[in-house]
C-alpha cells in the first residue's frame, strides 16, 4: 500500500460543480459518484466522462423532487429500478439552477446501474 493515494491523480474525480439556487446536492453526489465508479472501473485510461445532473433534477422518481432535494440512495435505486441510462452532460443539456421537463432519450449515450452497489440510509 502506498503511504498515499488520491484519486485525483487517478482521473477519477469531476470537478466540483455549483448547484446554484437549486437544492440539488443530491443529483450532484449521485452523478459525481457514478462519475468516479466509471472512471475506476475502466481503470482510468480515458479521459473522466461527465454525466447530466440536469437530468436527474428533471427526471428522477422515487423520494427525489428535483431543487426541493432528494436522496442519493433513492436515486441509485430510481435509475436502477427504471433501468435509466444517465446520459452524459453534453447530449442532455447544461445544468440549469432550476427543474425543467424531462427530455432523456431512451437510446442515448451513458450509463446504467447495476444492482452491485450499496447504498446505506
Not at 66 to 87: E, I, P, R, Y
Amino acid at each position: 500500500m502506498p503511504p498515499a493515494f488520491d484519486w485525483r491523480d487517478r482521473a477519477a474525480v469531476s470537478a466540483v460543480r455549483s448547484q446554484g439556487s437549486c437544492g440539488a446536492c443530491w443529483a450532484h453526489s449521485t452523478v459525481a459518484t457514478i462519475e468516479s465508479m466509471v472512471a475506476i472501473k475502466t481503470g482510468g485510461h480515458r479521459p473522466l466522462t461527465e454525466f447530466s445532473v440536469q437530468q436527474l433534477v428533471d427526471c428522477s422518481g422515487e423520494d427525489n423532487k428535483g431543487c426541493a432535494g432528494g436522496d442519493t440512495c433513492a436515486a441509485l435505486d430510481w435509475l436502477h429500478k427504471a433501468n435509466v441510462t444517465v446520459q452524459r452532460a453534453a447530449d442532455y443539456g447544461p445544468s440549469l439552477d432550476h427543474a425543467e421537463v424531462c427530455h432523456a432519450q431512451k437510446d442515448a449515450l451513458g450509463v446504467q446501474i447495476r444492482a452491485n452497489y450499496t447504498c446505506n440510509k
